[in-house]
């Protein structure tokens, strides 16, 4: 016989006791994709039944090339539009193509890191005005927060909230001292940067240099497997490439804001078509204006 006290395991009750079925990971969770998507079909429950979700805000879901928006996309149209204008005067002033490549790439090197350094230095200097604004902010909030509590007030009641309202608000947010100064940051100066990373200035400075270098570089890939052709031929092949590079750029801005797509890549296009076609028409005048004449 057993011990009385001996615990007694049922094994039988275990195997009758329900489970919950449990999501896949992920699934409880807010898709911002999804949430988009709802938006654009209007679809009311769908969204609904995303904001019912975690917010996926509790987990990281920053980062990827959303974040590098600005850099990829005025990198990349300042790299091509910049060179297809080198190729369109070029063309227009009847040059070889030995000048366009000559022209094309020193223009795409310097520009490049001329803009990449630029947002490099740029960023650096807007995350070190915050920091120093932040620190005194931070300073006044020590020593001065009545102060600080009544400029909030302002602001508020400012943007049409009542005294009360305002007080109320005013009270809750400045029991913490960092919460106060981040909503101060953003609301008494407008400032919304992130300095957890102090790298993200040479990060962005890097994408802008490696889009403007591959985007630039698509007008003059014709001119490399083409100098035995006819300089029309090459030219054109060059405003064909041109035009497909300047659809990709377009495209994959509308993908990373979440606009329409094929939108986004023709506004590109129309773009690239008006400054070459600027370009072209300046080497034409410049040509004339010298020889005094044009040859085609």
């Not at 919950?20 to 992920?26: D, F, L, W, Y």
């Not at 928006?69 to 227009?92: C, P, Q, S």
């Not at 204006?289 to 040859?295: A, D, Q, R």
């Amino acid at each position: 016989m057993s011990d009385k006290n001996e615990p007694i395991h049922d094994d039988s009750k275990k195997t009758e006791e329900p489970t919950e079925a449990k999501p896949a990971e992920g699934e409880d969770k807010k898709d911002l994709g999804k949430v988009r998507d709802a938006y654009k079909d209007r679809d009311v429950e769908a969204s609904k039944a995303e904001h019912a979700k975690k917010h996926a805000a509790l987990e990281p879901h920053a980062g990827g090339a959303s974040d590098y928006i600005k850099a990829i996309v005025f990198g990349g149209l300042d790299g091509i539009t910049t060179t297809f204008a080198i190729v369109t005067a070029a063309a227009g002033a009847n040059e070889s193509w030995k000048v366009v490549l000559i022209f094309g790439f020193a223009n795409v090197l310097a520009d490049a890191w001329s803009m990449g350094f630029g947002e490099f230095i740029g960023g650096n200097a807007e995350r070190d005005h915050y920091i120093t604004e932040r620190e005194r902010e931070e300073w006044e909030v020590d020593n001065n927060i009545e102060g600080e509590k009544q400029e909030m007030l302002e602001i508020y009641q400012e943007r049409g909230f009542t005294e009360e309202e305002a007080t109320t608000m005013v009270d809750i947010i400045s029991r913490d001292k960092k919460r106060f100064v981040d909503i101060m940051m953003v609301e008494e100066l407008g400032l919304l940067v992130d300095i957890d990373d102090k790298w993200e200035p040479l990060k962005q400075g890097v994408v802008m240099f490696l889009s403007f270098i591959l985007f630039g570089i698509f007008p003059l890939l014709a001119y490399f497997g083409g100098k035995g052709q006819g300089p029309d031929y090459v030219f054109g092949i060059s405003c064909a490439l041109t035009g497909v590079g300047l659809m990709l750029l377009g495209a994959a801005k509308g993908y990373l804001t979440g606009l329409n797509i094929p939108i986004t890549a023709l506004i590109m296009l129309f773009q690239g078509v008006i400054s070459g076609g600027l370009s072209f028409a300046v080497g034409i005048l410049v040509t004339y204006s010298v020889n005094g004449e044009v040859s085609f």
